[in-house]
């Protein structure tokens, strides 16, 4: 289970829409999840990040105050933390599931690894990047390419994990003394060849 009773980062990939990419058979097997999310608030707001491998095996929590100027300021300064985290205990030929609650940053994710593999490096549609976060795009991007594979899932804010850790990182400042772990993942199980997930068989299916 992940942190706070909710579900593995696993199953919640599996539930969800991973925005301009289409669900294949083998998007479930990542080999790497993480969750991240910001916080603004006028007092200050913070940064959370849960990193678990496929089998559920727990690599780090994160929970940071941060001075963000807005909420989506703070979306992308999570995932880019998330992301500097995970890159430094992952192996290169990584499969990452991403998880995030803020629908233009799962959007903009996907859309950047869509462009890495056109010919032209043209996204499917404009990036939406609000300004002060360019810098930390810049990050996110470089990151992504930096793994073998990357998608990512747009969740409801409710069964985020990383959520609690980035609204509250007083009452949570005590999982950043977890030591954060090296973890590879057990071997992708087997499954019956060309089926989908049931998460995955009847959804946006076009008539």
Known sequence: MAAHGRPALRDLFDESPTPHIAHHPRTHHRDFYVATDGSFRTAGGGLGAVIQTRDGAHVARLSRPDSPPNNNVAEYRALHLGLDVLAARAPPDARVGILVDHDDLASNVNAAILAARHPDRRPP?????????????????????????????????????????????????????????????DPVESTTAGYLPPSRANRNVSQ
């Not at 795009?137 to 990512?152: H, N, Q, S």
């Open 125 to 185: 549609r404009p990036y939406s990047v609000p300004a002060a976060s360019a810098n930390h795009w810049r990050g996110i991007r470089a990151r992504l390419t930096g793994f073998g594979d990357v998608r990512a899932a747009r969740i409801d804010s409710d069964d985020n994990p990383a959520h609690p850790l980035a609204n509250s990182p007083e009452q949570y400042r005590h999982v950043n003394r977890e030591p954060i772990r090296c973890v590879r993942p």
